[in-house]
């Protein structure tokens, strides 16, 4: 094994880093990755709020046939920076931040394998979007071609403003960020684990992070070398793309879906992996079928890269039986996991906490969307409903529906050991509430609306079309789901000040991350438990559960 | 499927979901797309009511209760896990093989069309060239275009761009095919039912593409060779 035997650590560790100056030079120059986690978290917080807010401008114009409030131009900005944003600003970054705090923790090394590259990728991710955003500040507005950036649209002669330059830069920064973020779990999970845990003990968390940094060190780079090639067009004529000059509009979509479609397992498995993390915890039972899972993930890692063209069912280049096959074989192992998922409920205890909450809200919703994803994996039907508001809908159930109220579950479960405070229970659960009536509201009568013709991307449609009713429905539910986001922030902030304080082990936890205090010292431990199976923290207490069985938090520290 | 079960499988399907159906299809293609469609819905939701159903069970029937000791810690049962990888993988299988059969019948190219159209897509209009009589037809996003087409008859779609990719899309043919420049494709299709259809490209092409729509009006064969002799009479006289 990579671990380092000089590693013994069940005693103290020397601390590796700085007396910490607190004050904004710190966290300009930190190189510890909790902090590092929670800058990436802010700020990708920060995006999700900002790119929320462009889709709340398109849900508002869509609410009525005409254009009342933005013109066509703005209208396709909008959505061209709200995909952008939500996908490689803030799901993406909200993993990395996440598993930059948790990975460490969870095996029970003192930082990153990397730490200076580590700080390092954060701010070239900060750089990628300030970069890929300042389109808006340009004469000719942010880039307008969808954030797949399909050519020839994308093309100089087509779109000739300064805002998709700055896209293409920005993203390809962001890229190269996401890539050298991925080298730098690789290396931590294989190398920094603390000796007892093996591979097959490690957190199915981490086993996300690992396959999904797989997953960016096999795509990424396809995506930058597009990117790449779409720049050079631009701006000294490559002639990659354009059809004219003998290119090929076809190789373009090849390259974005080969990274494209990986990409939404890079935003779905750490995700996957923070609800297998919830589930057994407030189910007081370990998770079923350790290795199902683990085996499962590296399926979907290895199919994910042999589907991407069931983006192109209709563009009559590619061979759709193939790619219909492999895109609906994906469905299984994610099928294994939900009954995994099942089974570790079964005959448990369960406590909904917010965390479990969420995770079930995502369990429902993610299901939903992994349903269409098989409609949406044969062809005939692809034929019917590609392009239009059913894969909208679809993806919002994968993405919202799966990643979001995931992304939530682990931030009630998870900040409470940041923060060293427990978030409000009741407000909680308001917000809770609040986000799967409003999601649902937006997003199912999206099925409807595609299926009877409402194609996407689409600034305008005319009152004869009889798609107002259901646009006005999805428009109310946006505006529940910005309240439920206001929910949630202002839980965030009261908590911050006035929440109960945590203690070590709030929920009764089984991984390492609980075995310290809220929030950890810089160098993470004072004590290392021994690690004989995957729940070394269950173990230490000898079995017990940590909190009563009520599942209210319990005492103050743990050890 | 015939014309008795249609109404009844609608109403199933209203109250399953809120009308989550594909509309009516309008051309002989699109009543295997309907069928295919029909029978992946029914599929599921017998998985989402297994799995939704199973979830919630869980959470009622093992809701943790004051006092509750730590339950059994199990944690494997391999058996368990073969059958439920093999369920999907079985269902999947079924799923593929009917896409595949229902893709040859959609794909099934007319060799002998009646009537053949060249489709031209362009930032934010169509060019519709109606081979072997010089009828053309061209519109815009201020004008949309209407053409019209005989019911009954194999016709065929010669699609292509003068500039980006579009899409054309007959929301009631239940099929769509993208107008890819440099590059030649076609959609054969037979209209079943006369009547006044939308048409609008799918893919997004630019300021105008909310604006790139175009009429299709199906009519009996004769009332279309009357349609065509005016437009070659206005042609004619233009």
């Known amino acids: 094994m990579a671990t380092v035997d000089s590693r013994e650590r069940s005693t103290a560790v020397a601390p590796q880093h700085d007396v910490p100056r607190g004050g904004v030079v710190d966290w300009l120059t930190t190189t510890d990755h909790k902090k590092i986690g929670i800058l990436y978290l802010v700020s990708a917080v920060g995006f999700f709020v900002l790119s929320g807010l462009l889709s709340l401008v398109i849900r508002a114009e869509l609410a009525a046939p005409g254009l009342q409030i933005v013109g066509h131009q703005e209208y396709n900005e909008l959505f061209t920076m709200h995909g952008t944003g939500m996908v490689f600003f803030f799901v993406v970054p909200t993993a990395i931040g996440l598993g930059n705090y948790f990975v460490p923790l969870q095996i029970g090394a003192p930082d990153v394998a990397y730490p200076r590259l580590n700080a390092f990728t954060y701010w070239l991710y900060i750089a990628g979007g300030l970069i890929t955003f300042s389109g808006f500040l340009t004469a000719g507005g942010a880039a307008a071609v969808g954030w797949t950036g399909y050519a020839p649209l994308s093309l100089n002669t087509f779109s000739p403003g300064a805002g998709v330059d700055l896209w293409i830069v920005g993203l390809l920064v962001s890229g190269v960020s996401g890539i050298l973020g991925a080298v730098n779990f690789i290396a931590t999970i294989f190398g920094m684990r603390v000796p007892g845990m093996t591979m ?149 205890r369960i406590s909904l906490q917010t965390p479990m909450l969420f995770s079930v809200g995502f369990l429902f919703m993610f299901l939903i969307g992994g349903i269409t994803g098989v409609f949406l994996a044969s062809p005939p039907i692809d034929y019917h409903v590609h392009d239009t508001y059913y894969v909208v809908a679809h993806f919002h159930y994968v993405l919202f529906g799966g990643s979001v109220f995931a992304i939530f ?107 310290t205090t809220s929030p950890p010292p810089p160098h993470n431990f004072h004590r290392i438990p021994p690690v004989h199976s995957e729940r070394p923290v269950f173990d230490d207490r000898g079995g017990r559960p940590r909190a009563g069985a009520d599942g209210k938090p319990g005492g103050r520290r743990s050890g | 499927m015939s014309t008795k079960q249609r109404p009844i499988l609608a109403a199933a399907c209203v109250a399953a979901t809120l009308s989550a159906c594909v509309p009516e299809p309008a051309d002989v293609q699109g009543e295997s797309v309907e069928r295919l469609y029909n029978f992946f819905f029914i599929v ?100 949309r275009p209407e053409i019209v087409l005989p019911v009954g008859q194999p016709l065929t779609f010669n699609l292509e761009s003068a500039d980006v990719v579009h899409s054309f899309w007959v929301p009631r043919f239940l099929i769509k095919r993208d107008m890819v420049p440099g590059q030649q494709n076609s959609l054969s299709l037979t ?46 006289n233009g």
């Open chain 2, 44 to 143: 599921a939701a017998v998985v989402f009511v297994l799995v939704a159903g199973l979830i919630t069970w869980s959470l009622v029937r093992y809701r943790a209760k004051p006092g509750d000791e730590l339950p059994k810690q199990f944690d494997r049962n391999l058996k368990l896990e073969l059958t439920w990888f093999a369920i999907p993988l079985a269902t999947v299988v079924v799923l593929f093989v009917l896409s595949a059969q229902v893709l040859g019948e959609v794909n099934a190219e007319s060799t002998n069309p009646s009537v053949t159209v060249g489709v031209e897509g362009f930032q934010w209009g169509w060019r519709f060239i109606y081979e072997g009589s010089g009828v053309v037809v061209i519109g815009d996003a201020t004008e």
């Open chain 1, 200 to 348: 097959f003990r490690i957190p199915i968390f981490c086993w996300n992070i690992l396959v999904t940094s797989g997953l960016i060190l096999f795509t990424f780079p396809v995506l930058s070398a597009a990117f790449a090639m779409l720049y050079i067009d631009r701006q000294i004529g490559g002639f990659f793309f354009d059809p004219g000059a003998g290119g090929d509009p076809i190789l373009w979509q090849h390259l974005f879906w080969f990274f494209g479609h990986p990409e939404v397992y890079i935003m779905i498995l750490p995700f996957f992996g923070v609800v297998t993390e919830i589930i057994p915890v407030f189910s007081r039972k370990p998770v079923f079928g350790y290795s199902g899972f683990v085996f499962a993930t590296l399926l979907i890692g290895g199919y994910s890269l042999s589907v991407w063209a069931h983006h192109m069912f209709t563009t009559g280049a590619v061979n759709n039986p193939f790619f219909a096959a492999t895109s609906m074989i994906i469905a299984v192992p994610t099928g294994v996991k939900f009954f995994n998922w099942i089974a570790t409920m079964w005959r448990g």
């Open chain 1, 409 to 515: 579950a682990a931030f009630y479960y998870w900040i409470p050991k940041i923060s060293g405070r427990l978030m409000n229970e009741g407000l909680g659960k308001l917000h809770f509430w609040l986000l799967i009536i409003g999601f649902n509201m937006t997003f199912f009568p999206m099925h409807v609306l595609g299926l009877n013709g409402m194609n996407r991307r689409i600034s305008d449609y005319s009152a004869a079309s009889g798609w107002q009713p259901l646009n006005i429905l999805a428009t109310a539910g946006a505006g529940i789901l910005a309240a439920a986001v206001t929910v949630f922030l202002i839980n965030f902030f009261v908590s911050m000040k006035k929440g109960e304080p945590a203690g070590d082990d709030p929920w009764g936890g089984y991984s390492l991350e609980w075995a």
């Open chain 2, 191 to 236: 209209i079943s039912e006369a009547g006044v259809y939308r048409g609008v490209c799918t893919e997004f092409c630019g300021l105008l593409h909310s604006k790139m729509n175009f009429v299709l009006r199906a009519v009996s064969p004769s009332q279309f060779e009357g349609w065509l002799d005016e437009q070659r009479t206005i042609d004619g």
